[in-house]
Nanobody
Framework: EVQLVESGGGLVQPGGSLRLSCDVS????????IAWFRQAPGKERVGVAC????????YYLDSVKGRFTISSDSAKNTMYLQMNNLEPGDTAVYYC????????????????WGQGTQVTVSS
């Protein structure tokens, strides 16, 4: 059974940092395309970052380039999203996702999802 469990969300001031983690079971994190999405209240779910397989190419939403970093650790079977220089516009529920084929930053392409973790950026 595939399971994804996020952690690491919280309240942070503008300019601060957070690292989200997503513990994976049921598959090896380096074998599947993986991604992070976010959804703000009243808005659509948007792709933030992804790693395609097998080539490992990484893609980011334009507004987070240079601030966010996606990575994975096969030894821990965990994926991460390091978020630096956070802005109020980054406030959302963040979800990790995976799929056997994947679809870059397109949410409908992903079959497996975590439960979400809230990130709030506010002073």
């Amino acid at each position: 059974e595939v399971q994804l469990v996020e952690s690491g969300g919280g309240l942070v001031q503008p300019g601060g940092s957070l690292r989200l983690s997503c513990d994976v079971s049921g598959f090896t994190v380096d074998d599947y395309p993986i991604a992070w999405f976010r959804q703000a209240p009243g808005k659509e779910r948007v792709g933030v970052a992804c790693i395609s397989r097998p080539d490992g190419s990484i893609y980011y939403l334009d507004s987070v380039k240079g601030r966010f970093t996606i990575s994975s650790d096969s030894a821990k079977n965990t994926m991460y999203l390091q978020m630096n220089n956070l802005e109020p516009g980054d406030t959302a529920v963040y979800y990790c996702a995976a799929d056997r084929i994947g679809g870059l930053l397109w949410a409908p392409a992903y079959e497996f999802w975590g439960q979400g973790t809230q990130v709030t950026v506010s002073s």
